[in-house]
């Protein structure tokens, strides 16, 4: 998988979120992105999963642009922002509700999915959920159906550090076949993912951190 981002610029009305980013990104790779609040990079991400439109410019997935026939990439998953899930459901329930929509994978998938972000003994509700609990199961919808594109954004807020090592290091092992996109607001965040390119949003536009190795 390739994806090719073309002189892309999103603007709300006379606010300009980023200006003609020309980045590429493919599959192998882990890739981070770090920047403060209002820096762009969530907005960004929305443009890459096609929630927003782009004011100019163009999102390829190997090629495709899939925002003209008002359709998404099909095997990318998500986690931006806050996501909604049932409040009277615990995390097993929400999950297989997301998995029954397009029915590919099995009730010992979502077991998997759990046991990665330590969340597989939990019979609470969601109502119920710590933050780092919420962050954990959003973390699951995005793994358990093995998507060829995984895009996380600020994923590990508010998990503790034994768990957020854990995914790491699971997201470490599966890098061979997937793309991965992370942000985070500061780069020490992601140094225990072996990030091969590293950007920061800033001002509206990216640049590229050099690593120092």
């Known amino acids: 998988m390739i994806i090719s981002i073309n002189n892309l610029s ?26 403060q609040n209002g820096s762009g990079k969530s907005v960004f991400l929305k443009v890459l999963c096609g929630f927003y ?73 969601y109502s119920n959920f710590s933050l780092g609990m919420k962050q954990k199961l959003a ?5 358990m159906e093995d998507a060829e594109v995984l895009i996380l954004d600020e994923a590990f807020n508010g998990i503790d550090e034994a768990s957020t090592l854990k995914i790491q290091d699971y997201l470490n092992k599966i890098r061979k076949d997937k793309l991965m996109i992370i942000t985070s607001h500061h780069k020490d965040d992601l140094e225990n993912l072996k990030v091969d390119e590293m950007y920061k949003f800033e001002n509206g536009s990216v640049v590229k951190i050099e690593s120092k190795k």
Request: some cysteine.
């Open 53 to 125: 439109y782009p004011t100019s410019g163009e999102v390829l997935f190997d090629g495709k642009n899939y925002q003209k026939n008002d359709c998404f990439p099909p095997s990318l998953r998500c986690l931006i922002e806050k996501p909604a899930f049932f409040p009277d459901l615990n995390a097993f329930d929400n999950l297989k509700l997301l998995a029954n929509i397009q029915n590919k994978i099995t009730d010992k998938d979502i077991i998997n999915a759990l046991d990665i972000v330590s969340l597989e003994n939990s019979k609470k509700k």
């Open 10 to 35: 999103k603007n709300f009305k006379k606010n300009v979120i980023f200006d003609n980013i020309n980045l590429k990104f493919s599959s192998g790779k882990i890739y981070g992105i770090v920047g």
């Open 139 to 143: 973390i699951a919808s995005v793994i």
